[in-house]
């Protein structure tokens, strides 16, 4: 679930970042968008896009309303013992993940969020592994003024089957590309 991972870093590399580019020029911010399930011409079984999709979708919804509600359902698939893990290898458990991104989300307005499941292989019948790419576009505001901010995430998350539902256990960030006003603030991973 590439909104822990993209949006909360992307958020502190805009804040950080957002001084040195407060003359820069506004860039016109994207209209909202729907997610999509399935990037076009992969094989990603049709059973996984069903499971995962309305999980994912919960995702976007909490980026373009920033509803407390919402957040609460798209953290609410991370499972107790989910475990985020950046692109240097830093561990984040899920409590911190949720209050950081809580923390973010009151400086960012969200104008378009599409989640693309890129593949995915399915272990055992309890486990699926998917690659999914994150894009989402708004303004985040910072001490001299509102930015626009667009990201893009690529992540390899684990899903467990508990108790009839899909879980999110694990969320290993692979790429990571921040623009801010524009300009590319950050890209790093494959």
């Not at 949720?98 to 923390?103: F, I, K």
């Not at 509102?146 to 899903?159: C, E, G, I, P, V």
């Not at 300009?183 to 494959?190: E, I, P, R, S, Y």
């Amino acid at each position: 679930m590439d909104f822990k991972s993209a949006f909360v870093f992307a958020a502190a590399v805009a804040l950080v970042a957002a001084p040195a580019l407060a003359d820069a020029p506004s860039a016109t911010p994207a209209a909202a968008s729907t997610t999509a399930p399935a990037a076009a011409g992969t094989a990603v079984p049709a059973a996984v896009t069903a499971a995962l999709s309305p999980r994912y979708n919960l995702t976007c919804t909490a980026v373009l309303s920033g509803a407390d509600k919402d957040l609460q359902a798209a953290f609410a698939v991370m499972a107790p013992e989910f475990v985020q893990t950046d692109l240097q290898g830093k561990t984040q458990k899920r409590d911190e993940v949720v209050a950081n991104a809580e923390q973010q989300m009151k400086m960012f307005h969200g104008t378009a969020c599409n989640e693309t499941i890129d593949s995915a292989t399915q272990p055992d019948a309890n486990t699926i592994v998917a690659t999914v790419t994150q894009k989402i576009e708004g303004q985040i505001q910072a001490p001299d003024a509102n930015h626009d901010l667009s990201a893009t995430d690529k992540t390899q998350d684990t899903w467990k089957l508990q108790n009839g539902t899909w879980m999110e256990t694990a969320s290993k960030d692979l790429r990571t590309l921040v623009k801010l006003d524009g300009k590319v603030v950050q890209d790093d991973g494959q």
